[in-house]
Structure formats: structure tokens, C-alpha cells
């Protein structure tokens, strides 16, 4: 399992080498990602309330995501991580600008369509775990199946349930599991619909750094093994640190965008960041 993933790893970098050095000497370089954009946002604003009361959250953000890759969204709070985060994701309507999310353009679209949209592209996992506290560890993996009335491909099932090492707590209800277990129970839910894109707002922001390194883990494991394109918020540095690129906001625009970085170097961005305020 890990010389697969160390395979495969090998062969990212071998191919982002090609990418970089292809950009070099193409014209429109900067504009082209390293993979396919899964989703790709263009002069994003949002402002909240009208008049003299009007905050603008996000001043005009544009970003794309690639394909099998772990980005991680960092920023002072009240930078717009949270909103940009939803606007990518089709829960909330930018004020202004377009996203696209496996190529459909998405801030036009009915709210039926942007509801089955969201059911088959995307995931999500929240720093308070949202799990449904009447449902089994189980139900509440294959929940998103069934409100789409989709059977789980048996094979998927469990290799996710594996993943996660949960194959013992399937019967448990949240309230009889730990933080950690709760956390991977909701990690399972959102890789079991296999979605183009997985967002992630603070998911290790409620547990200990063990129990969270855990959850990492396993996010870094998805996309290793998996192939999977997660889009994670976090204050935390060590958490920015397992991600292949690190997008910093501030004040609504996007301050800094830099691949993989060690946790010391994301430590000072930071507190560069917070003094420049
Ligand atoms: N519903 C709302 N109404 C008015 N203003 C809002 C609303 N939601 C967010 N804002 C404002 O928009 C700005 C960006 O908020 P957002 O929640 O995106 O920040 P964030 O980077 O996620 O912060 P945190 O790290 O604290 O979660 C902030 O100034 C916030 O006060
Ligand atoms: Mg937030």
C-alpha cells in the first residue's frame, strides 16, 4: 500500500516537473494549471448587507483547483475563507464573478440543479462533524447515497470503511463514539459519493492533535490513494503543512498562493499576515 503511494507521489512530481517546465515556455503560462481544474473561480466578490453596513467579505478572488490535489485555504479570520469556501462549493451566491465546478458554471443555476449538482460532485466535512445522531456509523456513511436513492458499490464501501478503520463501530451511533471516530465517520460520508471536489472547513478544528493527525492522515491518504481533490480551510499549520499547495487570504483577496510548504514557513506567513493587518 504505501510503495503504491509513494509510486504515485513520485510520478505527481515527476508530471508537475513536466507541467512546470511546459508552462516555461508557453505564452499564457500563469493561466494554466497543473491538472484539470475541478474547479475554477473568476472575480469573485461578496459583499454582505447594503449601504453604509455593507461588508465586503471577498474582493474579487479568482482561483482554480486542480484535480488530485490537497489545497489548503489559510488566512487571518474575517479573511473570507469561510465564504469563498461556500460560494466554491454552491452553498452561497457571490455578489459578483463565476465558478465552475467540473465544468458547469454554477452561479446561475436553478436551486434543483445546484441540489444534484452539490449530491454528485461534492463533499463536505465540517469542523463540528454534522453527523445524524439517530443514524448507525453505517447509515450515516451511505446517508448521501441514499437521499440520492443511489446503492453503494459494495467494493467502494468497503474500501472506504477500511480506510477510515471504522469496519469494528458500523453499529455504533455518534454519541457511543470518540471525536476522532465521529470525524472519520464523516470523512467515509464524504468520499462514499467518490466527489470531483471534497471541502473541508476546519475538519480537525474539535480534536486533539493526535486524534487530528489521524484525520489528516486519512484526508492525505484519499488523495494519495484515491486520487482525490479536497479543498481544506484551517488555521492550523501543521494541518496546511500535509497540502500540495496553500492559498492564503487576506481581506478578501488572495494574498499568497505557494505549493507544498513546510509548517515553520506557513508558521511566519502567517504572523506576517496578522502584523500586516
Ligand atoms: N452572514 C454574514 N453577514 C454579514 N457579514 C458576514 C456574514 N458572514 C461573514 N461575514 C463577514 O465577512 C467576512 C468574512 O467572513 P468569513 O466567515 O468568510 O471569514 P473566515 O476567514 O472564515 O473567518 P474565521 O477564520 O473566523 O472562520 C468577515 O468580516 C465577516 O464578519
Ligand atoms: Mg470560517
New binding site residues.
Partial sequence: MKSTAVQERDHTSASETLDRLERQFTPEADFTPNGNPVVQARGITRT??KGDAA?P?LAGVDIDITEGRLTAIM??????????MHILAGLDQPTAGNVWIDGTEITHLKEKRLTQLRRDKIGFIFQSFNLLATLTADENIVLPLSLARRKADEAWRRSVIEAVGLQNRLTHRPAELSGGQQQRVAVARALITRPAVLFAD?PTGNLDSRTGGEVLDLLRRSVDEFGQTIIM?T?DAGAASIADRVVF?KD?RVELDEDRMTRDHIYDTIKNLEVAR
Fill in positions: 454582505y448587507g461588508v467579505a488566512g487571518p479570520s474575517g479573511s473570507g475563507k469561510s465564504t469563498l476546519e480551510v488555521h487570504l478578501g
